[in-house]
């Protein structure tokens, strides 16, 4: 079991940076997971993230979990609904980041909030590049599948930061690197969610 009020301060990073990736995927699955594993005794939170064990927020993530488990899934819906988390899910992840952190120096907590925040972004992008290649297909399969690929990932990558924080802060790390060795892929996906939902709001 994962105590971060017990981890120093210069180890808080890795599990935090797992979270950043996992909320950048899929933040309501994110924010459930945590929320019911420390409603259950299983996460002792930091008094800052405290606010996730009680039921209205673990009940509202669950709820809006389940919505985005099937607009996900809409062909272009999608676009509409990926385009607008963009604004949503990364900002959340700098705030789980900072709430998170509380304990800590100002510095240490503005640095942490920063890496969830960037750490959200790059797994927001590479999700949108992925889905940017996979999109265009005309059968819905392929997109449902990544879709379920994403939504375990998140949830698992939530729940082996709570068991293997070093672990799992390796693999956000090495899903990060790829994603800024394909920047230009993902900058170009970026701006084609935003194109394509802007033309689906349009018609």
């Known amino acids: 079991m994962l105590n971060v009020l017990q981890i120093p301060s210069s180890e808080l990073f890795a599990p935090l940076a797992a979270i950043g990736f996992a909320a950048g995927l899929n933040l309501y699955a994110t924010v459930s997971v945590l929320g019911l594993l420390a409603r259950f005794g299983h996460l002792p939170l930091p008094p800052g993230l405290q606010l ?18 099937f607009a996900d899934k809409i062909p272009a819906f999608d676009l509409i609904w990926n385009a607008l988390h963009t604004f949503i899910r990364v900002p959340v992840a700098g705030l789980l980041a900072y709430q998170a952190t509380r304990q800590l120096s100002p510095e ?7 890496l969830g925040a960037a750490v959200a972004l790059a797994a927001h992008g590479g999700k949108t590049a992925v889905r940017a290649a996979v999109t265009p297909s005309p059968e819905p399969l392929s997109n449902i ?12 990558l939530t729940w082996l930061a709570t068991r293997h924080p070093y672990v799992a ?12 060795i394909l920047t230009r892929w993902v900058i170009r996906a ?9 033309h689906e709001l349009a018609r």
Do not use: Y
């Open 145 to 156: 599948t990544l879709s379920l690929g994403e939504d375990a990932l998140a949830i698992g």
């Open 169 to 180: 802060g390796t693999l956000a790390t090495i899903f990060v690197v790829i994603i800024v």
């Open 52 to 69: 996730l064990e009680g039921w209205p927020v673990i009940a509202a993530s669950t709820a809006l979990f389940v919505i985005e488990f």
């Open 190 to 198: 970026l701006r084609a969610l935003f194109r394509g939902a802007e």
């Open 108 to 114: 240490h907590q503005l640095l942490a909030t920063l």
